[in-house]
């Protein structure tokens, strides 16, 4: 009788312990919305590590000993490629050297935009819809210079989900199915959110703004808005006289009702540019600098984006 009660209480114990036993694979993500996505996919199995955490712009990226230590950890490193995410690009190659480098640039079905500037802002977006055209088969090969931004356009991020549970499926066939059903079910949630996105933007698609650097198109593109410029083309360099005045002259000739700046960068050069103007400026952030990381980051980060947008233009 003994016997047959430690046997019954065992199995319960043996099926927890497997069930708590999660993956073997050590998962090491870049940037917050990319793990976010990753996140949302390993729900129940494992937790990945964040690379670029806190207020940190990849502009300004330091690699810290901690970092170098997930790197070598690693056996499988979710970033955005070499061409996306320069300042990762030799740490990863020498410090992950033995982990499986996923770039996510390369997930296929992405839509690309290229990066665009000054005066050759119009021209570039010209040569884009002609590109995009030639290259319909080889959609992630931009010729122009990729705007590394892929991830505040839902489809793509759609895409990149997908992506990443076929790659995680494969290295880990034990937890497949539950990798999989997260999928469906990010998925889903990502489809709603281009949806409800959509309705919101549509109420301020024509209102005029700036923004601090021209990180924003995939969102702007997808969702049809009217960012007429960026107050600087370069992070990271001063904006000369002749640059502010240039931008003061958008501003009275295009009526500009708002212009937006970002956390990681001070908001004193937007401010000096609306300075005597009746310019609102809000607060845009492509990549939740201020955001706790994990699954809803992605989806607070987006609808963030939507929130200031309706603020500062309505």
Known sequence: MKT??????????????????GSDLKVVVSIKPFHSLVSAVMQGVSEPILLLNGNSSPHSF???PSDADSLQNATLVFWGGERLEQFLAKPIHSLAASAKLVSLQETPGLRFWPLR???NRQKIENEA????????????????GVDPH?????????????NIVQILSDLDPENAKIIRSNGEKAVIRLNELDQQLRTEMSDVSARVYMVFHDAFQYFEK?????????????????????????????????KVRCIFYEPQFSPKLVQTVIAGTSVKKGELDPL???????????????????????????
């Open 288 to 314: 939740g600098a201020g955001l706790v990381p994990g699954v809803e980051l992605y989806f607070t980060l987006l609808n963030n984006l939507s929130r200031s947008l309706r603020t500062c233009l309505s």
């Open 222 to 254: 997808r969702y049809l808005l009217n960012n007429i410029g960026s107050v600087t083309h370069r992070v990271g360099h001063a904006s000369s006289v002749r640059r502010l005045r240039e931008v003061r002259k958008t501003i009275k000739k295009n």
């Open 117 to 119: 500037s000054g005066k």
């Open 4 to 21: 047959g009660f430690c046997f019954i209480l065992i199995l319960p114990l043996l099926w927890l312990t497997e069930a708590m036993a």
């Open 150 to 162: 892929i991830w505040l356009d839902p489809l793509n991020a759609k895409m990149i989900t997908q």
């Open 129 to 144: 819809s002609l590109d995009r055209q030639r290259s319909n088969e080889n959609e992630n090969g931009w010729p122009l």
């Open 62 to 64: 330091s690699l810290r």
